[in-house]
Each structure stands twice: as C-alpha cells, then as structure tokens.
C-alpha cells in the first residue's frame, strides 16, 4: 500500500518564467487532492495579475521574499542563505515537504523534511546546449550549487527524458532524475475552429539566447506571412535581444497569448535549449501546427506531431513554415496530429506523477509549526 500524500507542501518558483505558470497548475491541482501549498516566491515581484491567479487557488499562501534567485545572485553565499531561509519558513508553517523548483536552494542542507528537486533548467545545462565548451568562471560556482543541491534532495525530478539524462551527464549525478512531464489543461471553452491564422507566432522569453529569436528574425525576411512574436526583450539579467523583422507584442497575459493562439497560427521554436516547452504545449492544445527544432526534447514529445527543422538554419526554418502556408491540407493533419498529442500532457497526469514522487519518499511526521499547540 502506497504511503499518503503530505499534507502541507512548501514550494519555490519564481515570476520570471514558466516556472511560475507550472507551480500554480501543479498546486492547483494538488489544491484539488486535499494538499495545502505555501509558495516561497524569489526574485522579482509578481505582476497584479499573477497575484489574482495565486490568490484564486484554494488552499495556497504566497510569500514574497525578494531573496535572489541562483542564476541572479551574486555569489555561493545568498543562494545558501536563501535556502537556510527556505528551510526556515518551512518550519515555521509547518510543511511536511518542500519542492525546490531551484535545486541550488538544497545545497546547503538547510531542509529538515523531504526535499524533492524538480529541475526545470540550469545554467551548465543551458550552456552545454546554447554554447558548447567549458563553463566560464563565472557560471562554475553556480553548477557547482545546482549540482550539490541535486545529490542532497531526497528526489530529483525533470520534465523530459531527453532533458533527465543531460542533466546526469552535466552534473555527473550516480542516477538519471526521475521524469514526470510538464502538463497544462487547455481551457473547454474551444477555440475559432474554422480559422487558421495567415502568420506565424512564438511566445517565451525572447531575450534568452536558447530560444534562438534571432533565428526567426532572420528567417522572417524569406516569408511572405507576418511573424509575430510575444514575450520580453529585455530579461532580468540584462540580457537583451532585438528584432527587426518581426511584430513584437511585448509581454501579454496568459488570456492574451490564449486569444492568438486561438487563430491557430503556425507556431514556431527553434530553441537550441529546451528542458520541456510548455508554450509549444499551450500551442498544440490550442490547434496549432508546430515547427520546432530538431533537438531532443522535442522529438520526444512531439515527433510524428510536428516539423522539426536544423536549430541554426534559416533557410529550413522559411521554407518549413511556408510549405505549410501553400498546403493548408498538409498543416491541417499536423494542427490535428500536435492537438491529439497534447493530450498526453495535461495537469492531471502531471499532479499524479508528482503525486507519485511525494508518496515514494514514505510518510514522514508533520513538522510542527513554530509556536503551534
């Protein structure tokens, strides 16, 4: 008989990224198997509408801490120091198991209940693929942390296979992370099934140089549709792109991005670092056919499902797009065959396989909250 799920989960995540999309359907759902969340929020602040979307989850308490994310600090001793205050607020709530959306927070062994790891990315990672060769000095101290905080949790998780087995040979970890996929459920309220958009769209961190928007940029001038892309520019480590030939929306809302993917454009990534995608998934569900870089992420979750095209080859990346827009049957069955592959990766199936993760690590008493009878 498998052991009960905790109670009370203490969980990290940030408002920068996917991250934070993914921890609110995850504890959405573990909301809906009777399991309490506090959410320790590094970083920077949330939007407004981030905090009406944290706040209509029952069951979740958001703490703002300002404390620095990893990839953001300066140096080894603030992410220690955010971990030991991670650690603490844990106690103080009473959680019976916190998951580290940022491992390096676990390197410090300042957890006193079940640390699960989930590894949605990381900066040797990151380099590996978007760069190739030795890391530079100054990102060593930081996979150096990440990879101290994966061999110190009690369970290391990661949303892909492909991504699983990257992180164990970058980190040199004795086991492969255990892989539950990322999920999203696309909302029932359907879509405009008889339009297919005439442009092609991406959204994400379009600042980060793994989503390769450059590549798009130049790919833009060899299509006779408009590209539209959504996301910052401008990221928090001052990282900086520019876009010439493209229609840029800026940031959007979760709604916002929803209604132009209902148009069902072509959507395109050619991500040369991709742990999961949940865009391209937000994508699928939407109807969209999808051309996407041949890397190994994405052809395990969508090969059969999608275009895959070189990461770093223009040409391929103009003309998969406009074949689909001169065969609308042809992108029809790839709008259909990314739609039915979605399904496999909805927020229950993800909830169940945390779900999993949780009660694998066995029932461990409740820490008492400070100050409690």
Same mark, same amino acid.
């Given at each position: 008989?498998?052991a ?58 958001l ?9 953001l ?42 640390v ?80 297919t ?25 060899? *299509?006779?549709? =408009?590209?539209? @892309?959504?996301?910052? &520019?401008?990221? +928090?480590? /001052?990282? $900086? !792109? ?19 993917? *209902?148009?069902? =454009?072509?959507? @395109?990534?050619?991500? &040369?670092?991709? +742990?999961? /995608?949940? $865009? !391209? ?8 056919a ?27 990346? $103009? ?20 739609q ?13 396989g ?20």
């Open positions: 008989m498998s009960a799920p905790p109670r009370h989960v203490l969980m990290t995540a940030d408002a920068v990224g996917g991250v934070w999309q993914y921890a609110l359907d995850l504890i959405g759902g573990l909301s809906s198997k009777g399991v309490r969340t506090t959410l320790v929020l590094l970083g920077p602040s949330p939007t407004d509408e981030q905090r009406r979307s944290a706040a209509a989850i029952p069951g979740l308490a703490l703002e801490t300002g404390l620095p994310l990893d990839w600090a300066e140096g080894e001793s603030e992410v220690v120091e955010a971990g030991f205050t991670v650690g603490d607020i844990a106690r103080q709530v009473g959680a019976d198991l916190v998951q580290l959306n940022s491992p390096a927070l676990a390197a410090g062994d300042g957890m006193s209940v079940p699960v790891a989930m590894q949605h990315s990381c900066v040797a990672t990151w380099w590996a693929s978007t760069k190739g060769g030795p890391l530079p000095p100054d990102f060593r101290w930081q996979a150096a942390m990440v990879g101290r905080g994966l061999r110190a949790a009690a369970a290391v998780v990661a949303p892909s296979h492909s991504f699983a087995s990257d992180t164990a040979l970058v980190h040199g970890l004795a086991q492969v992370p255990q892989v539950v996929h990322n999920g999203r459920t696309w909302p029932a309220d359907g879509g405009h099934d008889d339009e958009g005439d442009f092609v769209f991406t959204a994400g961190r379009l600042w980060d140089e793994a989503k390769n928007i450059r590549l798009i940029d130049r790919a833009a001038t060899r *299509l006779d549709v =408009p590209v539209v @892309v959504a996301g910052p &520019l401008h990221g +928090p480590n /001052g990282a $900086a !792109v520019a876009c010439e030939h493209l229609r840029t929306l800026g940031s959007l809302s979760a709604e916002a991005t929803r209604e132009w993917l *209902l148009h069902r =454009p072509i959507y @395109v990534s050619p991500a &040369l670092y991709e +742990p999961f /995608g949940l $865009a !391209v998934l937000e994508a699928a569900q939407a109807g969209c999808l051309v996407l870089s041949d890397i190994g992420t994405f052809r395990e979750i969508w090969g059969g499902a999608a275009l895959f095209v070189p990461p770093n080859d223009e040409a391929a990346l $103009a003309e998969a797009n406009a074949a689909l827009v001169r065969d609308p049957q042809r992108r029809r069955a790839l709008e259909k065959a990314a039915v592959r979605a399904k496999r990766y909805s927020t229950a199936a993800m909830v169940e945390m779900l999993q993760v949780y009660r694998a690590l066995g029932s461990r008493p409740t820490v008492q909250a400070e100050g409690a009878a």
